[in-house]
């Protein structure tokens, strides 16, 4: 398996919503991702995973809650959005700190809107 | 945070053509890698050339890199309707082996061709 799988694929929510977006991975990744991608914009990282512990976070704000219940799964919660938030929320894994390059496999994203 | 940009920002040609993409970054790096993006979907890696390296070669592609200028090229060769897509640089920079193991991705370039 050499795929990250994320849902749902398309998710609207109001800005006193709480939803979660999931992201699966079987291929012993020990490095998860969570990126923002606005429209005709780069990828924008969020937060790092790293053997399950939460090594990098961009000064995301609070609204968005990165888990990480085991090294195949991570989930980011959503709570209270803007509509700003709108925008491609892209998971990826790599093989993690002890490969020798980090080449990232992505997910097909989920689409967010916040209205 | 982005790191670099890229140009052209968009790029048509006809089929059968070739097609150049440029990358510059700001700071060190360990590693430069170009993605590729179809419209609203994940990004797929395309091929790595580390700091210590000038040239990769993989089928069509073909990639430059002057670390004295901070630039990266990337040449598609023969293009193809099916190459129409936005393509990204990405940087893991000199931090590396302190775990800070994340991409930061280039402006991109939009390429459409034309069958």
């Known amino acids: 398996d050499t795929e990250v799988t994320q849902t749902p694929k398309h998710l609207v929510m109001g800005m006193t919503n709480k939803k979660s977006l999931k992201c699966e991975q079987h291929?012993?990744?020990?490095?998860m991702y969570w990126y923002k991608q606005k429209a005709k914009k780069p990828p924008e990282l969020m937060f790092v995973?790293?053997?399950?512990?939460?090594?990098i976070n961009e000064s995301v704000p609070s609204r968005f809650s990165p888990e990480c219940p085991n090294s195949s799964l991570l989930n980011l919660h959503l709570h209270a959005l803007q509509p700003e938030d709108s925008a491609l929320y892209l998971c990826?894994?790599?093989?993690?700190?002890?490969?020798?390059?980090?080449?990232?496999?992505f997910g097909a994203g989920s689409r967010l809107t916040v209205l | 945070s982005q790191q670099g940009e890229e140009d052209p920002q968009a790029l048509s040609i006809q089929e059968g053509e070739n097609a150049t993409m440029n990358c510059s970054y700001k700071?060190?790096?360990?590693?430069l890698q170009w993605y590729r993006q179809n419209s609203g979907r994940g990004l797929v890696h395309l091929i790595l050339?580390?700091?210590?390296?000038r040239e990769k070669h993989s089928g069509r592609l073909r990639v430059t890199l002057d670390t004295s200028k901070k630039s990266s090229s990337l040449l598609i060769t023969a293009s193809r309707a099916a190459d129409t897509a936005s393509y990204f640089c990405?940087?893991?920079?000199?931090?590396?082996?302190?775990?800070?193991?994340?991409?930061?991705f280039g402006s991109g370039t939009r390429l459409q061709v034309q069958p």
């Open positions: 990826a894994s790599s093989p993690g700190p002890s490969s020798g390059a980090n080449v990232l496999t």
């Open positions: 291929m012993g990744h020990r490095a």
């Open positions: 995973y790293s053997y399950e512990k939460l090594s």
């Open positions: 700071t060190s790096i360990n590693n």
């Open positions: 050339i580390r700091s210590n390296e």
């Open positions: 990405a940087t893991a920079g000199s931090a590396w082996d302190t775990g800070r193991r994340a991409l930061t």
